[in-house]
């Protein structure tokens, strides 16, 4: 060769050499002639290239992002939809076919994540397939982007199928376990299918050490939105439920919520629950005082089966508010256990009944009070009665308030109770009649509580300023003090009863720092919002996302629930 080269001539040897230099360049322009970075179809043909995929997943994500925010948001604007329709398919296939590519499948995920497209969901259910230690985070992407998608109906089976059995496969008690429960069980909810009840009600009901409580509660949150005449059975057990390392853990007041929205389906139930026909509850309630047992033995003798049966029973019932329960609370207001007697009759407070039965609750109400025993405990059933009785918002309830403020043979609690039920519904002239009765009372020097009940003179000189002006109230509750801000919601839903007005203050009063105010807010919405309140509604939900867990969510779940519930049904029946 180097003497054929020698042998060649000038003109020969710059032939080969531009020959081969010409041949050196087409290689690297060959090797180099790649789609443009804004080319998203061209970026999507080279995501089967290992070494260009990383690349093509990035261009392909800062196209759709920025053009996704240039239409705020908008996954149905055609140029947002034409990146889409270019990309989905070929990153749903390239996820599925390289398991292994761990790295730029997470990258796919997220990118399917943005685009919540129907179309990935071969890659989603992949996903959902998840193995330990490799890929939960590809699960979680999977489940939040079906609890955001529009999943056609044809695919909601199949994808209720997956997500089930990824749930399925979550046995342990890690952080990355916990978190993929709580993104399928969102999931689960967000399809708003019946086909998920079945997964749902089996976490609602699991009694597992690895599966933390918060897990059944959510599940049955989930569960209850579904409204469904089916679960009331399994809502029903869910009313004793309790997490196995700690008692105390309930769910009662999301089962309860739950029953209220399925509605009057709940009602037989209930009703067979109350006159202790449930075995299964009883069963419950029974392992529920042998677990209380095991850490206070003192408590767990304070127990009884048939007066637990009865106090959530009894709540559920008054909190489901059909007038069909009266008789049978009147009824349970007669047994022989004062502690059931009580409870009865503070669901009889929160059901809607006629005007025409309001003389006949009064009788029933005060009957009861007057059957409670002496001693602390007695007094301190008392003055309950007295607290529930103000949330009738009845007139007709002061002068027995008065009554009981009066007599000096009662327990202080009692008579302080009265004295503030009195102040919180008084207007203007009966504010008149409880300072003077106030002023007859002795000073404390002299054996008398004068000056304990004053302390309610500044809620005495609000009704003196606004009287039944429910203007004057409304701007009552934007006062510093939280005494007058109560006392405003007691007068709002005394005379505001489905004043448009009225209910949107006292919706603007549920994250009131102060749970008194919460409680007297949410009360005094179940009473003036006879047609549902869908911002009221809004609100509780919002509070429930972001203080689940916080002990202030823990005092005003209870309440608040239930009352959300019979909102949404109100809403429902219009």
């Not at 059957?371 to 007295?386: K, S, T, V």
């Amino acid at each position: 060769m180097k003497q054929r080269l020698r042998t060649l001539g000038a003109h020969g040897r710059s032939s080969i050499l531009f020959g081969l230099c010409a041949s050196v360049i087409l290689s690297a322009s060959l090797g180099g002639c790649h789609a443009d970075p804004d080319d998203v179809a061209g970026q999507a043909g080279e995501l089967s290239d290992p070494v260009r995929r990383q690349n093509a997943i990035t261009n392909i994500q800062r196209v759709y992002t920025n053009t996704l925010a240039d239409h705020d948001g908008d996954r149905a604007n055609a140029a947002v939809k034409a990146i889409a329709d270019a990309s989905v398919e070929r990153l749903t296939q390239t996820y599925i076919d390289h398991p292994e590519d761990s790295q730029n499948g997470l990258a796919i995920m997220q990118l399917l994540s943005e685009m919540r497209d129907p179309r990935s969901l071969p890659a989603l259910f992949e996903a959902l397939n998840w193995r330990m230690e490799v890929n939960e985070e590809h699960a979680i992407l999977a489940a939040k982007t079906i609890q955001y998608m529009d999943v056609p109906a044809d695919k909601q089976a199949e994808t209720i199928t997956k997500i089930a059995q990824a749930l399925e496969k979550v046995t342990g008690s890690r952080g990355d376990d916990n978190r993929m429960r709580i993104a399928y069980l969102r999931a689960l909810g967000a399809l708003k299918n019946p086909a998920a009840i079945p997964a749902l009600t089996r976490v609602m009901l699991a009694q597992e050490e690895a599966q933390p409580f918060l897990i059944n509660r959510m599940a049955a949150q989930k569960l209850g939105e579904f409204a469904d005449a089916s679960v009331v059975p399994s809502m029903i057990k869910a009313l004793y439920l309790f997490a196995p390392n700690n008692p105390a853990m309930r769910m009662n007041d999301v089962a309860a919520e739950a029953l209220v929205r399925i509605g009057r389906p709940s009602l037989q139930p209930l009703l067979a629950l109350l006159r202790g026909e449930n075995e299964e509850a009883n069963a419950i309630v029974t392992q529920y005082i042998e677990a209380v047992r095991a850490r206070d033995a003192h408590a767990a003798d304070q127990m009884s089966v048939p007066a637990m049966i009865s106090g959530e029973a009894t709540f559920a019932l008054g909190a489901l508010g059909l007038a069909e329960s009266f008789q049978p609370l009147v009824l349970e207001t007669q047994n022989d256990d004062w502690k059931r007697k009580a409870s009865a009759a503070v669901a009889l407070v929160r059901l809607n009944l006629p005007d025409a039965q309001g003389a006949q609750l009064r009788e029933v109400l005060k009957r009861v009070y007057g059957e409670m025993p002496e001693g602390f405990e007695g007094a301190a059933a008392r003055a309950q009665l007295i607290a529930a009785m103000r949330h009738l918002y009845d007139a007709g309830m002061l002068p027995f308030f008065l009554a009981q403020a009066n007599d000096r043979d009662q327990h202080p609690q009692v008579r302080l109770e009265a004295v503030t039920a009195y102040a919180m519904l008084a207007n203007k002239a009966e504010a008149r009649t409880l300072r003077q009765f106030i002023a007859s009372e002795p000073v404390s020097e002299d054996g008398g509580y004068r000056e304990s009940f004053a302390q309610n003179e500044p809620v005495l000189a609000a009704a003196d300023a606004c009287d039944e002006d429910i203007a004057c109230w409304i701007g009552k509750l934007g006062d510093a003090d939280k005494q007058i801000v109560t006392k405003a919601t007691y007068m709002v839903g005394r005379f505001g009863v489905d004043n448009a007005e009225v209910i949107a203050a006292l919706v603007s009063k549920l994250d009131h720092r102060e749970i008194e105010v919460r409680l007297a807010s949410v009360s005094a919405l179940d009473h003036v919002a006879t047609q549902g309140d869908q911002a009221a509604i809004d609100k509780i939900e919002h509070l429930r996302e972001t203080e689940e867990g916080r002990a202030v969510w823990g005092q005003f779940s209870k309440e608040a629930l239930p009352i959300e519930a019979r909102l949404r049904a109100r809403l429902g029946s219009r």
